[in-house]
C-alpha cells in the first residue's frame, strides 16, 4: 500500500457558533466543539485511509480560552502517524471574532480513529510519511501517545510501553 502525505488528509472545517450551541455564559459548550472536531477529524482520517472510519479514542482535551456566540471556530485536522489499522489525527482549533478582527488559539487535540472493512473488521491503513520538521516531531511523539492512550485503556501493558518508559526515566536523569 502506498504511504501518504499528511497534505493528504489536511482538512479545515468553519462553523459559526449559534445560540444553540451555547450555555447560559453565552460561551460555545465544550462538548459541542469536540462533536465539530470529531467531524473534522473523522473526514481526515477517512481521506488519510479511503475507508469508513470509527473513533477509538480521543485524548485529554483542555480549552484554554471561551469561545463566544458569534465566534467563527476554525479546525484543522490532519493525520500525524498510522499505525496498522489506526491513525492518530492531530487537531488544531481557532477562534476568530470577525468584527474585532481578532483570531485566538483554542486548543489542539489528538483524536484516534480504526479504519473498517465491508464487514466492520479492522483493516490495514496506509502508512504516513512526514514531510516538513514539524510532521516528523508530530510523528514521532505518536508512538508515545499511543502508548498512554494504550495503557490507559487497559490495552497494553504498562511494562511495555517502553516510549513512555524511556521519557520518564530520562525526566528522572536531570
Ligand atoms: C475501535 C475498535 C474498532 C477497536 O476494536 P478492538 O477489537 O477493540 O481493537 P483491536 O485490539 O483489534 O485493535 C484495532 C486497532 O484499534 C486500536 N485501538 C483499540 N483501542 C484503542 C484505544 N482505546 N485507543 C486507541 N487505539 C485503540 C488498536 O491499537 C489497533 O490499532 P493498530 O492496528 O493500528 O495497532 C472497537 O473498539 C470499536 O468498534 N469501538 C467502537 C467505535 C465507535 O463506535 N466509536 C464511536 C463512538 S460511540
Known amino acids: 500500500m502506498k504511504g501518504k502525505s499528511p497534505k493528504d488528509s489536511h482538512t479545515i472545517m468553519n462553523e459559526l457558533v449559534l445560540p444553540n450551541d451555547t450555555n447560559t455564559l453565552n460561551n460555545l459548550m465544550g462538548g459541542r466543539l469536540l462533536h465539530f472536531m470529531d467531524i473534522a477529524a473523522a473526514?481526515?482520517?477517512?481521506?488519510?485511509?479511503?475507508r469508513i472510519v470509527v473513533t477509538a479514542s480521543v485524548?485529554?482535551?483542555?480549552?484554554?480560552?471561551?469561545?463566544?456566540?458569534?465566534?467563527?471556530?476554525?479546525?484543522?485536522?490532519?493525520?500525524?502517524?498510522?499505525?496498522?489499522?489506526?491513525?492518530?489525527?492531530?487537531?488544531?482549533?481557532?477562534?476568530?471574532n470577525i468584527p474585532s478582527g481578532t483570531k485566538v488559539k483554542s486548543n489542539d487535540a489528538y483524536y484516534t480513529f480504526v479504519a473498517?472493512?465491508?464487514?466492520?473488521?479492522?483493516?490495514?491503513?496506509?502508512?504516513?510519511?512526514?514531510?516538513?520538521?514539524?510532521?516528523?516531531?508530530?510523528?514521532?511523539?505518536?508512538?508515545?501517545?499511543?502508548?498512554?492512550?494504550?495503557?490507559?485503556?487497559g490495552k497494553m501493558k504498562a511494562d511495555d510501553a517502553t516510549e513512555l518508559k524511556a521519557l520518564f526515566f530520562a525526566t528522572e536523569k536531570k
Open 59 to 96: 485524548d485529554n482535551v483542555s480549552f484554554h480560552h471561551p469561545i463566544k456566540l458569534g465566534d467563527v471556530i476554525t479546525i484543522e485536522a490532519r493525520v500525524s502517524r498510522a499505525f496498522t489499522t489506526s491513525v492518530e489525527v492531530r487537531l488544531d482549533v481557532y477562534a476568530e
Open 116 to 153: 473498517l472493512d465491508q464487514n466492520g473488521r479492522a483493516i490495514p491503513v496506509p502508512a504516513l510519511i512526514p514531510e516538513s520538521p514539524e510532521e516528523t516531531e508530530l510523528f514521532e511523539g505518536a508512538l508515545r501517545r499511543r502508548q498512554l492512550r494504550l495503557v490507559l485503556a
Open 43 to 50: 473526514i481526515s482520517a477517512q481521506k488519510h485511509c479511503n
